[in-house]
């Protein structure tokens, strides 16, 4: 009989690509993963794994028993929401992964609902990148989280998990504003009544109009920064990088500084406007899902923390909830 544990590992071996990362995702040593993959293929009763020096790659067995081991974890997630449903009255802990705007903006107003309709249950928020988000649900360190994709950077289907759609959010492109400029305030196309933003231009003609400037990215393999540089890059140039943040707010104390320019999300320039940075609206958009194992998303914890948060989106984002 195949080993559930093995064959879990064997699934994070498929997907990280060595034995030390698997073993430093869930936390054993890299010869103890070793022992267990060696165990696993005398159950099977095959060579699973190839080894070639420090590496392995799995065999073309390896790779449908991986299809196999997906298959039954997604029913043994279905076996544990049927389960936590008949048991009634969630409780204990539930591990939530949010990107920081999300977590500022949607998740508080998320959890107040979700202690007034079930009070047993503890959700634990984690600040987590969307790119991170993938491995640590795989590996049980997180139970459901937020992440998202922009047009630019489409989010691929991720082995183990699926996801449901919440919400989508404008972009703006923010650049030092104009002191000689009349900013003409537009309220319907801003984030906020109290900043100025011009209707939807063109976009290329938008962003190589500061193809010059120096540009504020997220850093190097967030999805934010492949966001702004395969933007540019479909206007026709390469924005050249001074600065790389990952806080919104700070970027916009870094154009409003003079400098760079920045494309930031709608929940990114939400506050006290700020007269030294002027928005332009873009083409383009942020979708954000609720991601989780797959076989999950009945699970009562689940299905009301997803709840919780459609009823926490803000009205001006109401609209795009169900953009897939």
Known sequence: MLDVRRLRLLRELARRGTIAAVGEALAFSPSAVSQQLTVLEREAGLPLLERTGRRVRLTPAGQNLVRHAEAVLERLEQAEADLAEAR?????ALRIG???TATRAIVPAALITLARRHPGLEPMVSETDPAAVAHALRAGD??????HEYDFVPAEPEPGLATAPLYGEAMYLAAPADPAADPAPDPAAAPD???TADPEPDQGAALRAHARAPWITATPGTLCHAMTVRACQAAGFTPRVRHRVDEFATV???VAAGQGVAVVPQL????????AVHLTRLLMQRRTKLAFRSGAGAHPAVAAFGAALRAAVPPD???SRAVQ
Do not use: H, I, K, M
């Open 88 to 92: 009634g009255g969630l409780s204990g």
């Open 98 to 100: 949010a990107f920081p």
């Open 142 to 147: 997180l139970d459901v989280a937020l992440v």
């Open 193 to 195: 009544p109290g900043r």
């Open 252 to 254: 916009l104390a870094l």
């Open 268 to 275: 990114g320039v939400t506050g006290p406007a700020d007269p």
């Open 317 to 319: 984002l109401a609209g």
